[in-house]
Structures are given as structure tokens and as C-alpha cells.
């Protein structure tokens, strides 16, 4: 806890940095930004935003999903704030591998992706305990077969994955009368507990070296006959062990959005594992109007001398 104790107080030290440069700083657009967001973004801020590169003298703030050079003598680049919620693809280094620099404040957007994903979440869970895969499969074999049908209400969902998202996720599976539990890095090993009693097991994870193949044998296999439903990121989940639960039946169906190579060609594995639907990277998207409500109100707060919530601490990994 220490460790992650410094990363909390360095990102502050690096937000109040920043703050002191936001009146002569220039705001760039990485080329991957649309027009129509450029242009939103421009009169959010009320300043304009470029498309770069800027002068070296200039303090930059940068708008975009790329990670930015970081090169000896290129841009002074202050702020990056991600259009996108997850961040590990920025973390792990560029072409250099180098770490994200000290002296930069990272953020990120997460929007309305929270009560997104929720919904997916929900949406799979209520499917299933209305058998609605089971009758869409009857329908087109003209089937008239009654099947029993089950109550969500009552029953164990294990989340984890505490941040804002996971909170969300269980904020709506509570909604149904789930009874859920939230797993974050203190509690991880109560969740682990229940693991043969949930109904639901649901990741929310994001990609460090700790949580990288978190599902794996011992956590897949103890289970007994629950659905497991992936949001977090692909590889948080070791595919291999998830088609032997699956196999033996600890693990009764899956639910992929992510992967952990992604697109999946058509002759990936995963699309043989039984029982297991595979949706696109979907679950969560962001749009203009959560990049810019979320650039904003980091902009925002930062006037006012404090962190803003979205701020990664780059030493934690999310």
C-alpha cells in the first residue's frame, strides 16, 4: 500500500504543475480526434484546438488516444488527456519503452461508459435467467417447448473491479435485486471466498502486472456453475483455463467482450469455446460528449488547485 500511497500523492504534484501552465499552454488534437470533436473541444475550452505539432517553447496539452513521443527536443508536453477510459496501452511505453514521463498529468474519460457497461451487464444477466438465447434458438427450429425461467433477484453477483465503472456495474445489478460484492485489491480475497456461491462473476479490471491472467485455474475452477462476463480487459483472463472450466462445467456460459488480442480473426480460438458469446469491444464506447464533459471538468478542477478524479497515478498502472 505504500507504493500505491507515493503514486496517489505524485499525480497531485504533477496536476498542480500543470495547473500553472494551463494559461499559456496550447491544447493539440492528436490526428486520430475527429473534426466534429476537434471543433466541440475548441469551444468548450473557449480557446482554440490545433493539430500540431506545436513549438518546443509552448507548454502542450494533447487530446487523443496515442501515446505522444516524448522525444528529446519535440513538444513539452504538460497534460495528456486520453479519449479513452483504459489506459495500459499508454502506460506500457512506446517505441522507446521508456516510462510515462514523471512531469506529465495523465487523464482519461470515462463519461457515461460506467452506466453503459452497467446495462450490458444487466442486460446479459436478465437474458439469461429469461432463457431469451434459449427461446431465440426454439424460434427458429419452430420449437413450442416451455423452459423454466429464473429470478435474478436474490442471487450472487461478484464485481471486481471497485473503480468507477465496477461501481456503476453493481450500482445497476442492485437495481434487479442482485445481491452483489465488490471486489477491489483489499477485498479481493473475501470475493475469492464466494466464488462457488455467485451466480455472476463479473470483470471490471484494469490491465497491471497484478491483475494479468487473474483469472486463471484457481479462480475458474472454483466456481460452481457460474456465468463469467468479461468487460475489463482481455487479458486479465487466461483463455486456456476459461475453455477447461467451461469444459467441466465450474464455469456454465461466458460472456467476452474483450480479448486479449483484438480484433478476433475468424479463425480465432475463442470462437469454438462452449457455451461463450463474443461481442466486439462494445460494451462501453465513448463519445464526443463524454471527451469533452470529462477534458472540461478536468480543466475545471485543475483552475481550482486540485487533482481531478480522473487523473491516473502512472506509478499504480490505472
Not at 507504493?3 to 493539440?28: I, M, P
Not at 423454466?148 to 468507477?164: F, H, K, N, P, S
Amino acid at each position: 500500500m505504500g507504493a500505491e500511497r507515493a503514486a496517489d500523492q505524485a499525480v497531485g504534484v504533477v496536476a498542480a504543475e500543470a495547473a500553472r501552465e494551463l494559461d499559456r499552454a496550447v491544447v493539440v488534437a492528436g490526428d486520430e480526434v475527429s473534426d466534429p470533436l476537434r471543433a466541440a473541444l475548441t469551444e468548450a475550452l473557449g480557446r482554440p484546438v490545433t493539430r500540431g505539432p506545436a513549438s518546443a517553447d509552448a507548454p502542450v496539452i494533447r487530446v487523443g488516444a496515442r501515446r505522444p513521443a516524448f522525444t528529446e527536443g519535440g513538444e513539452r508536453v504538460v497534460w495528456f488527456h486520453s479519449v479513452n477510459a483504459g489506459v495500459d496501452a499508454l502506460l506500457k511505453g512506446g517505441a522507446d519503452q521508456r516510462a510515462w514521463p514523471a512531469d506529465v498529468l495523465l487523464t482519461r474519460t470515462v463519461g457515461r461508459m460506467g452506466d453503459r457497461m452497467a446495462q450490458y451487464v444487466l442486460g446479459w444477466a436478465l437474458s439469461e435467467c429469461q432463457r431469451v438465447p434459449d427461446f431465440l434458438a426454439a424460434h427458429d427450429r419452430a420449437d413450442w417447448s416451455r423452459r423454466d425461467t429464473e429470478l435474478a433477484a436474490g442471487q450472487l453477483a461478484l464485481v471486481y473491479g471497485a473503480g468507477r465503472i465496477g461501481s456503476r456495474v453493481a450500482h445497476y445489478l442492485r437495481g434487479a435485486g442482485i445481491r452483489v460484492v465488490e471486489a477491489g485489491r483489499a477485498t479481493v480475497p473475501d470475493a475469492d471466498a464466494l466464488l462457488p456461491d455467485a451466480r455472476w462473476v463479473v470483470d471490471v479490471l484494469p490491465l497491471t502486472s497484478a491483475t494479468r491472467g487473474f483469472f486463471g485455474p484457481r479462480r475458474l475452477d472454483a466456481m460452481r456453475g457460474a456465468t463469467f462476463l468479461n468487460i475489463g480487459r482481455g487479458a486479465t483472463v487466461d483463455l486456456a483455463a476459461l475453455e477447461a472450466a467451461l469444459s467441466s462445467g465450474a464455469v456454465r456460459s461466458a460472456v467476452l467482450d474483450v480479448l486479449p488480442d483484438e480484433p478476433a480473426t475468424p479463425d480465432h480460438p475463442v470462437w469454438h469455446l462452449p457455451r461463450t458469446t463474443v461481442t466486439s469491444h462494445t460494451s462501453g464506447p465513448t463519445t464526443d460528449e463524454d471527451v469533452v464533459t470529462d477534458l472540461l471538468s478536468c480543466w475545471r478542477t485543475l483552475r481550482t488547485g486540485q487533482t481531478p478524479a480522473l487523473a491516473v497515478p502512472t506509478g499504480r498502472g490505472y
